[in-house]
């Protein structure tokens, strides 16, 4: 078992090599010793998982006895990644070194996962748009945007006019690389049809990234990640949340 790309090195401490939080790493599974007829690989399928020895996913592998798996941690910490093989027979392999008195059937290998970095900016807006990160990157207000002192913690950002906005002081993600976003957000009753975008990223000619409160159609508004559309180029792609989105009564924030 060993890392492809060399993201997750094999070890218990703290290595960075690329790897991190929503980044993809790929591992190598490849035959121990032959136990097929005449020293040949008879491996029916790899089963496989990661941080419990449930064994939950498997796959046949390619003619030379190897399977390529892909993992993205979503959270920083040490993973356990447990193999095993299946001949046609069903019989389960077994560790090329057995532990005695020991009756594990597999072979795992270890990795760290690097905790994100800390935030490029934070945002509390409950006066004006003040960055508490140590990045100083604060908000500009346009036009007759305020904060409200109703705010989820504190005060908020009170959006209610389409030219209300708070505007960064440039480019602070790079959206070549893994980052998160995320924001409360309180949806006025009887926002309706539309689409309702909380944080998006500015572009030439549309937001690569919006963060939306949208229905397009469904019998519910849902929040979603997706891109906006530039008319020349079919672009939406929208990750939808599991449930529709609540719209905001009284204090309560979704
Ligand atoms: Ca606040």
Redesign the pocket.
């Known amino acids: 078992m060993e890392s492809v790309d060399g993201k997750y090195l094999a070890g218990t401490s703290n290595i960075e090599n690329g790897g991190g939080v929503g980044v993809t790493g790929r591992f190598k599974f490849t035959p121990g010793t032959l136990t097929g007829l005449n020293g040949t690989n008879d491996i029916h399928r790899y089963q496989w998982s990661i941080g419990s020895t449930t064994f939950d996913k498997s796959a046949a592998p390619a003619a030379d006895g190897s399977l390529t798996i892909a993992f993205t941690p979503l959270a920083g910490g040490l993973y356990q990644l447990n193999v095993r093989s299946v001949d046609k027979a069903g019989n389960v392999s077994h560790r090329r070194t057995p532990e005695p008195g020991t009756p594990a059937n597999y072979e795992s290998y270890q990795f760290h996962v690097p905790d994100g970095s800390g935030p490029v900016a934070h945002w509390?807006?409950?006066t004006d748009g003040t960055d508490v990160s140590p990045n100083s990157h604060n908000l500009t207000f346009t036009s007759g945007a305020a904060t409200d002192p109703a705010?989820?913690?504190?005060?908020?950002f009170k959006v209610g006019d389409t030219s209300d906005g708070a505007v960064a002081p440039g480019q602070l993600v790079d959206t070549a690389g893994a980052f998160s976003i995320a924001g409360w957000v309180r949806v006025q009753p009887g926002a309706g049809e539309w689409t309702r975008t909380a944080i998006s990223f500015d572009d030439d000619f549309a937001s690569p990234v919006m963060l939306s409160y949208r229905k397009d159609g469904r019998t519910a508004s849902y929040w979603s990640l997706g891109t906006s559309c530039h008319l020349s180029q079919p672009c939406v792609r929208i990750a939808w949340s599991d449930a529709p989105a609540a719209e905001g009564s009284g204090p309560t924030w979704p």
């Open positions: 509390p807006l409950d705010g989820y913690s504190g005060g908020a």
